[in-house]
């Protein structure tokens, strides 16, 4: 059973272009949409909220594994903590990882997320219904929002 | 009772219930790969294919049957297996909901990076 996400993302522009926009916490909070405290150090917890429309109530909470220039940024957390009622944090996070591989073109970005088996299914669970199936219908209102304002 | 309800009954009962840890083996996924065609099997019809004995196979179902996705049902002197899909529905409609979120947050950064 498939319990990673994997993504292969090209991108038009050169390695240490994506590398700043991955790792410096103001460039990095501009298209997660976030607003992160401070700058990301490896070991270290970054804190910060959501800026997306209607999840500013939500904090972003993420520890920091590595920051091999140009070439690997990882991090921990704990993927869609979205209920402020609800302690995360004795959960095992998922891992994170952004690798970057110089292309003719540019970049490739091999984005994974692992680590899935390790959360409770009752949070799966939960996590789905908060939503009522809804998610998908959200995501294309903030699809639609970032088009008018981008 | 609804299907819905049932779920969350059981979903308390086994409230950390492991299911991608569950499916983390072969011979659990061969099981549940013929299980879900769709009708019960005896012990003995799962049995066959397999280079096991009834008691790994028994063994492997009791794991299934902990995280919800097999029921054992009780024909007579005979306990027979059957598939319930929905841990697993539920599962992969939470990946994709994660997956769908990254494919967002990427559009957003490589419209980032290329302007």
Not at chain 2, 38 to 56: C, D, E, K, M
Not at chain 2, 79 to 104: A, C, G, H, N, T
Request: aromatic letters at 10%.
């Amino acid at each position: 059973m498939n319990n990673r996400i994997e993504k292969r993302v090209e991108l038009k522009a050169p390695v240490s272009r994506v590398w700043r926009a991955l790792t410096d916490y103001r460039e990095f909070g501009q298209w997660f949409r976030v607003k992160l405290d401070g700058p990301f150090m490896p070991g270290q917890l970054s804190r910060g909220h959501i800026t997306y429309p209607g999840y500013e109530h939500v904090k972003w909470e993420a520890i920091v594994q590595k920051m091999e220039p140009e070439r690997l940024f990882s991090f921990t957390w704990h993927p869609y903590s979205v209920d402020p009622k609800i302690d995360y944090s004795k959960e095992t996070p998922t891992l994170v990882e952004f690798r970057l591989e110089k292309t003719a073109s540019g970049t490739l970005l091999l984005l994974t997320e692992s680590g899935f088996d390790k959360i409770p299914s009752d949070r799966r669970l939960e996590a789905f219904r908060m939503n009522d199936g809804g998610w998908t219908d959200q995501m294309k209102n903030i699809e639609n929002h970032v088009a008018q304002t981008s | 009772m609804s299907h819905k309800r049932r779920s969350r009954m059981a979903a308390r009962r086994q409230p950390r219930a492991p299911v991608f840890a569950a499916l983390g083996d072969e011979t659990r996924l061969a099981l549940v790969a013929k299980l879900s065609r769709g009708h019960p099997y005896s012990i003995s019809q799962l049995t066959v294919g397999f280079r096991l004995t009834r008691q790994a196979i028994t063994k492997h179902l009791r794991v299934l049957e902990s995280v919800g996705i097999v029921r054992s049902v009780r024909t007579g002197r005979e306990s027979r297996f059957e598939f319930d899909p929905q841990p697993m529905e539920e599962i992969k409609k939470y990946l994709d909901l994660v997956s769908e979120q990254w494919d967002q947050v990427l559009s957003r950064l490589k419209s980032f990076v290329e302007d």
